[in-house]
């Protein structure tokens, strides 16, 4: 039963936004570590964030700095990755998953660091 489901993604033009959801069944969210990372055809796996199960600490890959910004909503047990200024390299399908490190109070943007996995929603950025 536990479930993590991302929404959000879409096809949007260079420059534009989108804000990705991942929303948790079955476990409440505020005791993970939650990442968001992203796969393109071809390429490996990337880190994108990471939030901590505190929600004080936050990663991101130097790809993103700047440009993207993720949150926890705990009345919702969902966290969200706000993208923008979208270039057309992140396109790829993105994926939020869940784990629960040793240090709590830090998260690092790593897949074996996590347990549980969304299914992944596709975002794409084209003109």
């Known amino acids: 039963q536990l479930q993590l ?11 534009g936004s989108l804000r990705l959801s991942c929303a948790a069944s079955g476990f409440t969210l505020d005791y993970y570590a939650i990442g968001w990372f992203r796969q393109a055809p071809g390429k490996e796996r990337e880190g994108v964030s ?10 991101y890959s130097d790809s993103v700095k700047g ?20 270039k057309p390299e992140d396109t790829a399908v993105y994926y939020c998953a869940a784990g629960k490190p040793i240090i709590q109070t830090m998260c690092i943007i790593l897949g074996y660091d996590y347990d549980y996995w969304g299914q992944g929603t596709q975002v794409t950025v084209s003109s």
């Open 5 to 15: 489901v991302e929404s959000g993604g879409g096809l949007v033009q260079p420059g």
């Open 50 to 59: 990471c939030i901590s199960s505190s929600g004080g600490s936050t990663n």
């Open 67 to 86: 440009r993207f910004t993720i949150s926890r909503d705990s009345a919702k047990n969902t966290v969200y990755l706000q993208m923008n200024s979208l």
